[in-house]
Every structure is written in C-alpha cells, then in structure tokens.
C-alpha cells in the first residue's frame, strides 16, 4: 500500500507545481519537462558516515525525492546507471564573497582625518555597518559560478567584506539556469563582524585592534539601550542588528589571537560566534578548544621559502619557517581535539587549488571523513540548513557530484555537479583513459610516446631512440592533439579522436611541409602507476614550543623550591653580604644565613648578588597595538586586548632582569586606553601575562603628542595645551554626572570610556600621565584636585625637577628617563639630575624605559642616577625595583627581597648597577624564565632547526614543489608615537 502511494505522489508532483506556478510565460510553452531522473548502482554518501552501497538516487524539479537501495523509480524517470562510480553531497563554502561587489576604497583626499561620521541616522561610527544586506548588492556570476562548481561546490554563502559590522550574507546556489528566485536560498544567511575598518569609509575611529574591540563591545551595549526604548530617534544600524540576532553569528577573525578575542567579545554579550580562523590555531590549541567555538578553516598553506640563497635565508624567522612545516597539520590538530570547523576557499589563490590542500592536508592526517564533514555537512549545519544542502536526503536541494570513484583519491575524476537538479559536465563520463606506451612510425621516423599523469590530464613524453623531443599534448572530450618539432623545419602536427576499448590511436598528420597523411599511436604496453606506498609516508614536523617562535620553551617553567646560597642580598633596603636566601612554593620563604634547603635546589650564589627583578613603570613591548588616535578620549580601549606573548621582547627583557612592566597606551590624545600589568612569564598566554589582581591603571599624555604638533592634523581638538586642559575638564564633569546618576539606581546607558573615567573619580583606577613641561604639570594637578583624586604618576617628567616640591605635597609619583634631554623641543630644559631632585624632595622616582631596547638594560640606567645626582647604590636600585613597585601600587607583593613577597628575583654574574652585570637566573614566583646556561643551547637549538627546515625547503624545491621568495617578517617595535 506505501508503495501505491509513493508512486501516486510522484505522478502527483507535477501538477502541484504548475498549480503553484504564477507567472506568466510569453517566449514559450508553459509546460515544463516534470519527469524524474534516477542515478543507480552507486555508491552514494548521503552524508560523509552515511554511505549506501549499489544505492539509487532519485531526484526531480531540482530536489530529492528519495535515495536508498530499495527505491521505485517512477516510469517517466530518466535512468543513469552509475554502476562503478560514487555520489557526493556537493560541497558548501560559508565564507564568499561570490556575486558580492568589493566596495571601492575611499579617497583619502586632505591632510585631516575624518573624525565623525559621513551617515545620518546610523550608528555613530561609519565603520558599523549591519544595516548591509549582501542581497541588495548581489549580481549572479556565471563564470566564478563554473570555477566554483569544477572544485566540487554546490552553494556558496556570500557578504560584504568591509567593515566591522558588515550586514547579513545570502546563500547561493550555483545554478546557471535557475532564476534568483530559485538560487538564492537565504536572503539573510548570517551576520558577519570582523575587526578590520572599511576600507570604503573614512572616519578614523577605530584605529587599532584594542580600539575595534571597544568599539564591538560598546555596540552591544548601545544596542541593549536602544532595545529597552530609551532612544527617542531612530537608528537604522541598531534596528538591523537587533533585527538579525537570531541569525549565525560568523566573525572573521583571521588568527589564532584574533579567535580568542572574538570568542571573549561573545562571551561577554552571551553569542556564540562562528569564527574564522587562520590556519594558525594548532598553535594555541587548547584555548581555541576552550572557546566552543565552531570554526571556519582557510587551507592557505604557505609554500616554501626558496632558501638557496643562504643570505636571503638569514631573513626568514624561525617561525615562519616552522609555520610553512607545521600548517599542514592544522586541520588534523583540530579534529583531533574535537574542535568542529568548516572548510572555505578564502585565501586561496583559485578554487582550483583547494583539492591540492585538501590532499596535503590528508597526507598530515586529516582523516578522509573529517575533510568531507567540513565540506558538507558541518557548512550546512552552522548556516541551519542541514535539511536544504550538505547531505542527500529526501526534500533537500538535488546538490549532488558524480565521481570516478573516493572523491579525496589522488587519481578520482569529478565527472558531473549537479545544482538543483541542473547538470554541469565536468568531465565526459566518457572519457577515455589513453596512458601507456605507444610507437608512432611518420615520415620515416619512429617515435616513442609514454602517455602518464591522470585519466583526464595525461602527460606526453616524446623520443626518438634515446633522445628526448620536446612536444605538446591536449586531451579533451576524447580528441588528442600531438605536435612535436621537426629535426630541420616545422613541426608534425597530429589530431585523432580517440575511440573506446582500442590499442591503437588513428587520426591526421600534417607533416612539417604541409602535407596530410594518416598517422597511428600504436600501444605497446599498458600505463603502471609507481609503486609508492604513500599511506606510510609521513611528514615530518618540528616540535611546537611556548610561545611558537625561536627561543621558545618545549616545556613551560615549572615552580619549584630554590634555595640560594652566599649571595650579596639586595633587599631593597640594604645590602646583606654573603647571605643565603630560601624560595619556596612561588614566595620568599626565609633570608639570612647557613639556611637548610630542606629538599630545595641549592644554587651557589657565592661572587654573585641577588636582587628583586626589575620593574619597568612605562614599557611598550609585548603588544600589537600602541595607540587608539581615533578619539580624544580613548579610555575605553584596553591594553590587555592586544597583548602579544610571541614578542622576542618579552625574552629580552627576562635576560635583563626585568620581571613586570606596566604596558601602556601611546601619547595619540590626552586620555589615552587602560594600561596592562604584565608579568614576563615567557611561553604563557596573553592572559597568563597579566599581573593577577594588580590595580588599575590609565595613560593619560600631555604636550605636543596630544594636540598633534607634528603630526599634519588639524580637524581634531584640541590644537593646543590649553583646549587640552578643557578636555580633562569636560571629560571629568561627564564622568562625574554619569557616575551620579548610574549610583541614583536610574536607568542609564552603560558606556566604557564613562565608565573608566568614573572609576578614577571613585579612587578605584590610577593616572599614569605622559608629561614635559612644568606648566602642563602643575596644571594636571590642579585638574586632579578640582575634582578631588590624586594623580599617581608623572611619567617621562622631564621638567619634574622645576616642580619636585608641589608634586611631594600633591603625593604623585615621577617616572623618567636616566639622561635623556634635548630629543625634541618640549625637552630642551631637561637635566640629568632631573630624577635626584625629585627624590631629594620626597618624590617616589622610577627609572623607565618607553624603548624595547633600553628596558633591558634598565639596570645600568639606574646606575646613572649615582653619577648624576650622588645617589647612594640602594637608593638607586631602588628606581628600577621597589620606587616603581610603589607606584604601580604592588610594593606589597614585589620589588624587594622580603620574606612573603612573591619571588620575582633576579641573579647577577656581577655588581647590578655595572654595565659588565649579566643576568643568569630571572625567576617569577619561583620559576626560572631565563637561564644563562639555557640560553646558550638554545641558541644552538635554534641554529639546527634552521637548518633542519631549511633543507627540507630545498628538498621540497628539488622535488617540485612550489617556493616564494624569502620575506623578512620584523616585528614593528613602539614607542609612545607610534600609530
């Protein structure tokens, strides 16, 4: 009886889709061709686990209709048989900017940017953009269409690659025949985000990563209040993201940092994004795990670097060179780990090359079942359209590919992809497979041609007794075209169609003097692949270590219970000669003498002295970003967002002592972003660096930075020291009228940078604050006193000597340079006694660097302060170690070698304040970050392992494949200016 019903619905489908057919047709017949198509005997995967032997696929008016081994094929059906071949779901790309046209980049005509927005009833910031529908903009391409559909891809998800909110995307079918009624399947697919601006907008906010992520967070923020109706006006930007919510979340991150940031913007607004990756994840796997994020793949393997040239090779980094030998591995690593993605063609070069990737990455482990989920079915998953495309189930769109056999093997043929039930030949089902050995006797002359390569791209080598001959060969649709030269003139120029189940090849000669004869391939043996076991052969990988660079650790530091023996003890308040001092558990156990090391490692000290490890109060190193210019105000923005724990820097300093530094914000603008408390613990995450529980820090800046000077803007106020004294004002009053109303318990819309502000008003967040000349500074300070807070630290203070006294009596603190003056005008009344005046008045002085360089020395650089002031030793130490401790407001914790402090300790080879001290042990909480010792093998660690990968490059060059030209990839270092 089911079958009865089966078959009377079939021949019922037709006609309730003409009942449903509406429109009006005037260049034909209305009648539509209704009939079924039945594909048989193949091997079908309705999905990648799903697979029916011998199985018969049924499909009509572009959907299936039913797919099993036991199914009744309706008498009107066009019949296939297939017997041999396999069928696949057709592949899914979410992340496309097919049809889609790239905005065009702005002019950036004039000498200003642009601080505000060009829009009227959008959001605020330009660069904020959901009310964009790709759909709106969508032009159907049959050409990229036809590339798209040769790699396998049945449906592409498409949206404007611009911006920071970039509007929703649409799904496509690749169906040349179908109307856009019928290809688009979704309108609104999805909702895209990254951090990067538009290119086709001017406006200058954001511009950094730390400045887009604040701008993300504000959005949500603004877009709950707007939510909640407390916004009389109407913002259309708001209206659409509100509106589109329920929609995939698909953030384009691009990198292994970019994915956690991301993750951590959704955490905290409750999305789960679906994230775009960069191929690099497999080197911070376990927090990418953590995320539960699924994730979208690029397959943009590097190629080799071409090292022949041992020069050039000296400027490739170590990690570059481990990147291109482990990127392969990046999907296996991923899979393995139990992190879902997705595969997409961004960033390749043509979509022709994803099956290469795809079979490299294999060759890495990715196993065959895991490459086809991220094709189809997760794809389909992530978009919620598991019942439309990704698999072949009854109802879903006749998205299907006709294969000679596995569809990820070496040699298989794509012969057909069929979208919504349209067929595109890839490759005739009828090709011929023509490789093995032939003779070819013409003109006299005998000829030996090897036919190789793949069945439907076979390569011709050509000889003539043992020399070989240069020729030329194509092969399509069964006809061959053969030319090769003539030894004294012209070239034979053969063409012959190629029939089925024939050793012999027949077909035209044109002869070098034009004439025409009738020529024959004759096959003298059939073609042998190579036996080559390539199901053993595995690549070989280089050891991951912490952080992924050169210098990186393949086991981060363990703590453990140290006990030094008969050092000269800097304490931070004395000088204790010959003294022993006991680390246990991360702290300070015991100072003093013949201590027991009751199961400690013993280090003799003995000629050595021991200090607590050098803070650095103003430091730039260990961050992607310096400054957010875009405002201003940037106190919204946070240094911890762009934390960098690969930079070499961070190695730097730990071999200069230094064990905490306080990153801060850039001079761009008077208040500038939250400052990030780092501890230097190499080989850790972004969070592990973070100081746990420190207090809160801003950068604010005075002097010419601030009102641009130098900088040809001219659009932003303030333009002069006194508009910047208004700034503090204006900021401080908003804050202080926010924060009164936010304590009332009225309603009130949350902003970051209000937020901040108010936090210092309340005593809860300290003022860091770039500063010069004297008039600036005591205007600060009456700024600060006008709304009752203290500024806690006047860093750079070049002129801090002219106002040592009313900084004492205000309580702030002075961090500056050892001799530096005369660099730029605002500091040509600088000395360098600068910084024992301001100690001599009761000033709290930190020796700072603001330089990647000069922070690793900062040893030598408060030795400076005993020639230029007579400071005593201790009280000198003191500016790179507890005075900085003190105004960072962590004295309690570091800076001194006190019992219950935190073991952040330093070992010197000599006197600390000489330029002839090395550090030999740096430790933090007890574990040693650097080892003198250590470091020199791992120099020699990192000089074979170049070596290592540096041949496996020029056996990849000898062996074919392909190679770029080296490229030096240097990290920019910052300064207080840098943009």
């Known amino acids: 009886m089911k079958i009865k019903l089966l078959a009377l619905s079939f021949l019922l489908g037709g006609i309730s889709l003409f009942a449903q057919d509406y429109f009006p047709k005037n260049d034909g017949v209305k009648t539509k061709n209704n009939n079924y198509t039945a594909f048989t005997n193949a091997k079908i995967y309705m999905t990648p686990t799903q697979v029916i032997e011998k199985g018969t696929l049924l499909i009509q008016n572009g959907k299936v209709v039913q797919v099993g081994k036991s199914v009744s094929i309706p008498k009107n059906a066009v019949v296939q048989d297939l017997d041999g071949k396999s069928i696949y779901p057709s592949f899914v790309d979410i992340f496309s900017n097919f049809g889609v046209k790239t905005p065009e980049r702005a002019n950036n005509a004039g000498r200003s940017a642009q601080y505000g927005p060009e829009r009227e009833g959008f959001y605020w910031n330009d660069h904020i953009m959901p009310e964009n529908n790709a759909v709106s903009s969508f032009s159907y391409d049959s050409k990229k269409a036809e590339e798209l559909r040769k790699a396998g891809f049945g ?67 603004d877009l709950d209040w707007y939510s909640k109706g407390n916004v009389d006006t109407k913002d259309r930007s708001l209206e659409a993201l509100a509106a589109n919510k329920g929609l995939t979340q698909i953030f384009a991150a691009g990198d292994n940092g970019n994915v956690l940031r991301a993750d951590k913007i959704g ?94 990455a294999i060759t890495y482990g990715l196993s065959k079942t895991k490459a086809l989920e991220a094709l189809t079915t997760v794809p389909a998953s992530i978009l919620g359209m598991s019942g439309q495309i990704g698999s072949l189930q009854t109802g879903s769109q006749a998205n299907f590919l006709i294969t000679s056999g596995e569809i990820f093997d070496e040699n298989t043929i794509l012969y057909e992809n069929w979208v919504q039930g349209t067929k595109d030949i890839i490759q005739s089902m009828d090709l011929v497979d023509i490789r093995g050995n032939y003779d070819l006797n013409v003109n ?48 034979y120029r053969m063409i012959a169609r190629v029939e089925p189940a024939s050793n012999t090849i027949s077909g035209k000669m044109v002869l070098p003097n034009g004439n025409e004869t009738m020529a024959n391939l004759t096959k003298t043996s059939p073609f042998e692949e190579k036996s080559e076991d390539k199901s053993t052969e595995k690549p070989e990988l280089v050891a991951l270590s912490y952080p992924n660079v050169g210098f990186g650790y393949k086991e981060k530091p363990k703590q453990e219970n140290i006990l030094f023996k008969n050092a000269t003890v800097w304490t931070g308040e004395a000088i204790l000669e010959n003294t022993d001092v006991l680390i246990k558990n991360g702290k300070i156990d015991k100072v003093g003498k013949d201590l027991r090391a009751g199961g400690a490692t013993v280090v003799d000290a003995t000629g050595k002295h021991l200090t607590a490890g ?55 603008n008077p208040i500038g972003g939250r400052s990030a408390i780092l501890r230097l613990k190499w080989g850790e995450n972004a969070d592990g660096l ?171 650089e408060a030795g400076k302060t005993v020639k230029y002031g007579d ?27 006190q019992e219950g402090k935190e073991a952040d300790m330093v070992l010197w080879s000599d006197h600390p304040l000489s330029v002839y001290a090395k550090a030999e042990k740096t430790l933090i909480e007890g574990k040693v970050y650097f080892d003198l010792e250590k470091d020199q093998m791992l120099r020699e660690s990192v000089k074979k392992e170049r070596n290592q990968l540096i041949g496996m490059m020029l056996n990849e060059k000898k062996n074919g494949g392909k190679t770029r030209t080296p490229v030096q990839n240097k990290k920019e270092r910052f300064e207080c200016e840098t943009l």
């Open 614 to 668: 050098v803070i650095d109060e103003h430091s730039h190193i260990a961050a992607l970003a310096i400054n957010e210019g875009g405002h201003n105000s940037s106190a919204e923005v946070r240094m911890k967002d762009v934390i960098d724990p690969t930079d070499m820097d961070i190695y730097r300093n730990l071999a200069g002592g230094v064990t905490t530094i306080q990153l801060l914000h850039g001079s761009a």
């Open 690 to 860: 973070v100081f746990p529980n420190a207090p809160k820090f801003i950068k604010f800046a005075l002097g010419e930075n601030v009102k641009q000077s130098n900088w040809n803007s001219f659009s932003r106020f303030p333009q002069t020291r006194m508009g910047v004294e208004q700034v503090y004002t204006d900021y401080f009053q908003r804050a202080k009228e926010y924060d009164a109303k936010k304590k009332s318990g009225k309603p009130f819309r949350y902003d970051e940078e209000m937020e901040t502000l108010a936090e210092i008003l309340n005593g809860e967040r300290f003022i860091s604050c770039h500063s010069y000349v004297q008039s600036e500074i005591n205007m600060m300070m009456k700024v600060a006193e006008k709304f009752n807070f203290r500024m806690n630290t006047f860093t750079h203070i070049l002129e801090g000597y002219k106002v040592a006294d009313k900084m004492a009596e205000h309580g702030v603190g002075g961090s500056t340079f050892s001799d530096w003056w005369a660099y730029k005008y605002e500091v040509n009344d600088a000395i360098p006694y600068n910084a024992a005046i301001m100690a001599s008045q009761g000033v709290t002085v930190a020796i700072n660097s603001d330089d990647a360089e000069m922070s690793r020395r900062l040893n030598q």
């Open 155 to 221: 449906a592409v998800n498409a949206h404007i690659q611009d911006g920071i909110a970039r509007g929703t995307g649409l799904l496509v079918a690749l169906n040349d025949e179908g109307s856009e009624a019928q290809r688009i399947l979704s309108d609104k697919s999805g909702q895209y985000f990254s951090f990067e601006k538009s290119v086709a907008k001017r406006q200058s906010y954001p511009g950094s990563l730390m400045g887009a992520m604040a701008l993300m967070r504000q959005l949500y923020y």
């Open 444 to 491: 006299g002359n005998t000829y030996t041609v090897s036919l190789t390569g793949s069945i439907d791209k076979p390569k011709a080598e050509l000889k003539k007794g043992d020399d070989k001959v240069d020729s030329k060969m194509d092969f399509s649709d069964n006809w061959l075209n053969l030319s090769f030269p003539d030894d004294n003139m012209g070239s």
């Open 267 to 360: 955490d905290l607004f409750g999305i789960q994004y679906t994230i775009l990756g960069g191929g690099d994840e497999y080197e911070r796997i376990d927090d990418i795990k953590a995320t539960n994020a699924k994730l979208i793949l690029p397959l943009n393997f590097p190629d080799a670097f071409d090292v022949s040239n041992p020069y050039q090779a000296e400027y490739i980094a170590l990690k570059d060179m481990r990147h291109w030998n482990l990127a392969p591995s990046n999907p296996k690593v991923l899979a393995d780990n139990g992190v879902e993605f997705s595969i997409t063609l961004h960033e390749l070069k043509s979509p022709s090359d994803l099956k290469e990737k795809l079979m490299k």
């Open 871 to 897: 400071m005593s030793e201790i009280e000198a130490w003191k500016m790179v170690t507890l005075n900085p401790a003190k105004l960072l407001h962590l004295d309690d914790r570091v800076g001194s070698i």
